[in-house]
């Protein structure tokens, strides 16, 4: 049975993200009942209902409702280290993508995204998400996307 649990590595470049914009996060980490210790350690696994109210709980620290898009297009290299990793060190998209697919669990216990090439030579990028998909959740889908999108 496993957990659906995020990594810490993903969680603290949003914390960070918001705070270089001058906002206090550590109450919306308190709010979320996350242990403020356990973001430390980037090896550490938050789980996705206590993750979706941290970030619910920085877009109204921060008043950004796109923060999961504004994060992610904004992390640098050591934020996302899988598939920063991945877009430096393999020699095609494909390659990456296969590797981020088969390795996506150690970032999220959650399905990971879809890839497929179209016609036109574009890449598809789908994500598994259920129709009860609420505020909170979106932006995590939406960090997530950038972050592909971006990379």
């Known amino acids: 049975m496993t957990s659906d649990c995020i990594s810490v590595s993903l969680i603290n470049p949003v914390i960070s993200h918001v705070k270089s914009f001058g906002f206090e996060t550590a109450q919306a980490v308190i709010d979320a009942g996350i242990k403020p210790d356990l973001l430390l350690d980037p090896d550490n ?24 898009l504004s994060a992610g297009a904004s992390l640098e290299a050591r934020s996302y280290n ?23 669990i150690l970032f999220s216990d959650e399905a990971p995204p879809t890839f497929s090439r179209q016609g036109d030579g574009s890449v598809k990028l789908s994500f598994p998400i259920n129709q009860a998909e609420n505020e909170e959740q979106r932006v995590r889908f939406d960090l997530m996307l950038s972050i592909l999108a971006t990379g």
């Open 82 to 104: 899988l598939l920063q990793h991945l877009l430096l060190c393999c020699g095609t998209l494909g390659e990456a993508l296969l590797y981020l697919n088969r390795y996506y």
């Open 45 to 68: 696994r938050i789980p996705v209902a206590q993750v979706d109210a941290l970030y619910q709980g920085l877009v109204r620290v921060s008043g950004k409702s796109d923060l999961g």
